[in-house]
């Protein structure tokens, strides 16, 4: 059984690296031509543009994992039928159970790379891919309106509700646009800050640049009419907002981790806001290693069809064909499951778990009647 093992997993995996080295060059030639578009706006260079290709293709071979090793399964399986070798394995004492417990260790094995590199990899890749962008265009801006962040907390005054806007960050890094506002416990606006740049410490202290600082005055105090305006160079203000949930609020979702995304959805949670679509996204993220179970298990069918069913070719453009619905089903889910209002880990996981069951029935089916 050893030996069996070695062959087919010599022979899976040199087709599965064979065939994501093809997608992630295809990617790669059309990220870099796209990029080259905007080079001399912006700053933007050849060597930003072949950068920030370079630094996508984490990110891409992250999503293109599962496809790539069911095309590579389906493609190495497909050939060893072709050529009789898979019904020799067969007939010398290969059953339907073994083969499935064979590909499914191999399965878990591209599974927890396709989770390491989207939890470790990518991250890291696109926050250097947003770096160079920002240092090449002199800074990076977050949408239209910027980043929001709420947060409420106790005060001597009593309870407080903040408002912080974000702009966007400089190319060094530090966030810039900061506007703050601070609500009493009645919603009125008492106290208006902003801050060219600024800086957030670990323990959630931020240290503002250049800052404007505007009061009004409380009328249950009965403080003395009229608004009090203060220019300060430095202004440190306390808060519960630490770096990490900055970070989710103001970088792409692609740089966040599947720990990022739970934290963030916790805050999103304590503030009373919306958070099921960064629910959705952990669910996601965590459940999409698995998705390279499922794709071996689907291959699995292809190895039993007779060879008067379809060349090698037929069966692997098949094979792109399930990774291609596979992918469009899981991006529909997720919009799907936000308009419907699912429960968030059952919209990230009805993808895979109806294709495992299509992959087992029509695996059973073949066995038993083919």
């Known amino acids: 059984m050893r030996t069996v093992r070695r062959l087919l997993y010599r022979d899976i995996v040199a087709s599965v690296v064979f065939v994501a080295l093809a997608f992630l060059s295809l990617f790669f030639f059309i990220d870099l031509v796209e990029k080259m578009g905007n080079v001399g706006r912006a700053g933007r260079t050849t060597g930003v543009a072949v950068m920030s290709a370079l630094l996508e293709l984490p990110g891409h071979f992250y999503e293109l994992m599962p496809i790539a090793v069911l095309i590579g399964t389906i493609y190495s399986l497909a050939r060893l039928a072709q050529s009789s070798e898979f019904t020799i394995l067969r007939t010398g004492g290969l059953g339907p159970g073994r083969a499935l417990s064979l590909l499914a260790v191999l399965g878990v094995v591209f599974g927890a790379i396709t989770f390491a590199v989207g939890d470790y990899v990518v991250p890291v890749a696109e926050r250097k891919a947003v770096a160079v962008k920002a240092l090449a265009a002199g800074g990076m801006r977050v949408g239209r309106t910027g980043a929001w962040l709420k947060e ?8 407080r509700s903040y ?4 702009a966007g960050t400089t190319p060094d890094g530090r966030l810039s646009g900061i506007r703050i506002f601070e609500f ?7 106290v208006r800050i902003a801050a060219k740049t600024g800086t957030v410490a670990a323990d959630g202290t931020w240290t503002l640049s250049e800052a404007e600082v505007t009061r009004w005055p409380d009328v249950r105090l009965r403080e003395p009419a009229g608004v009090v305006e203060q ?16 970070a989710a609020a103001v970088m792409p979702r692609e740089t966040m981790t599947t720990a990022d995304l739970w934290r963030y959805s916790v805050h999103l949670s304590d503030q009373a806001q ?3 679509s960064y629910e959705i996204l952990f669910w996601k993220k965590a459940l999409y290693p698995l998705a390279c179970l499922v794709m071996t298990a689907l291959a699995l069918p292809f190895a039993y069809l007779h060879a008067r069913a379809g ?12 990774g291609i619905s596979f992918v469009l089903l899981n991006n529909l889910a997720g919009h799907v499951g936000l308009l419907r209002d699912w429960t968030p880990w059952i919209a990230a996981a009805t993808p895979s778990l109806l294709y495992l069951l299509m992959s087992l029935a029509a695996f059973t089916w073949l066995v038993r009647y083919r």
């Open 184 to 190: 009493d416990a009645d919603g009125r606006l008492s």
């Open 311 to 322: 060349s090698v070719s037929l069966k692997v453009f098949g094979g792109i064909m399930l």
């Open 152 to 159: 409420k907390r106790m005060t001597p005054e009593g309870e």
């Open 274 to 276: 919306a958070t099921q």
């Open 231 to 246: 220019r300060l160079p430095e202004l440190r203000w306390a808060s519960t907002l630490t770096p990490e949930v900055v």
């Open 163 to 166: 408002s912080v806007n974000l």
